[in-house]
């Protein structure tokens, strides 16, 4: 908008030019550096965290290691049977997902998991959980410390969809972090495809795994996901209940 108001006098001030000198002017103005030098609105300021992977100041702590009940419920609305151990969030088998109260669009989302120290299983039956961003789209969770299973469903694929870069993955028992910035989808006026697929960036103990890949659709665990899906608006983040003993813990998240 500025763009256009801007080409606006520069052709304005021509015509007066040409006008008052009966010259022709041999092109536009000259631009001077202030042109492109805006000061409103100014920048919101944040205060970032003084300890890395901490919450900055104007996050949403969703899990801060005490009360699970103020943030997140079950399925069905109710209060879940996930506990809180040590100050972190635990999944108990048979329990169901957990998804938050409040409902996201775009974020930017901190999350610690851990999966046990103590390895039973293997491949997919070892440490698995999953952060399922507005509850459809899942970034796996999974011990793949020397633990091979298929490429898109190792710890920080998209599930069946993207493998990771590089598996980053710290040994079980010990903590690990996903920071994930998303975008969620735009649909098409007629509600049945994407106008912009939703896209995903994971950083997993920093290294960058995922780097805005446009998903294809909600996460399948069999077929093929399609383009052609039911719109969705804000929706709840959810954690897996994949029958393993998997924790979380300070989790936040920015609303962009
Ligand atoms: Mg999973």
Redesign the pocket.
């Known amino acids: 908008m500025k763009k256009v108001y801007l080409s606006g006098i520069l052709l304005l001030l021509g015509i007066t030019v040409m006008a008052q000198t009966g010259q022709v002017p041999s092109g536009p103005a000259p631009m001077k550096p202030e042109m492109t030098e805006f000061y409103e609105p100014e920048v919101r300021v944040v205060q970032p965290a003084t300890i890395l992977g901490m919450a900055p100041s104007d996050a949403i702590i969703l899990f801060d290691g005490n009360d699970i009940n103020r943030e997140w419920e079950d399925s069905e609305g109710k209060p879940t049977r996930w506990v809180v151990r040590d100050g972190a969030l635990v999944c108990v088998k048979g329990a169901g997902i957990i998804r938050t109260k409040r409902k996201f669009n775009d974020f930017q989302l901190h999350i610690e998991w851990r999966t046990p120290a103590e390895v039973v299983g293997d491949g997919q039956g070892r440490g ?3 952060v399922f961003l507005q509850g459809l789209y ?1 970034v ?3 011990d793949s410390y020397n633990n091979r299973t298929y490429r898109q469903g190792q710890a920080g694929s998209i ?1 069946k969809q993207y493998a990771p870069l590089v598996n980053a993955s710290r040994k079980p028992g010990e903590w690990q972090t996903y920071d994930i910035i998303y975008t969620a989808p735009r649909f098409s006026s007629d509600s049945t495809q994407y106008f912009t697929p939703p896209r995903v960036t994971v950083l997993h103990n920093g290294v960058l795994i995922q780097n805005n890949v446009s998903l294809r659709g909600p996460t399948l665990y069999i077929g093929i996901p399609e383009y052609s899906i039911r719109k969705h608006g804000a929706e709840p983040l959810v954690l ?1 209940d ?1 029958g393993d003993p998997v924790a979380f813990r300070n989790i936040w998240i920015r609303e962009l």
Request: negative net charge; charged residues 10%.
């Open positions: 698995n959980s999953g899942e796996q969770v999974l599930y897996q994949h």
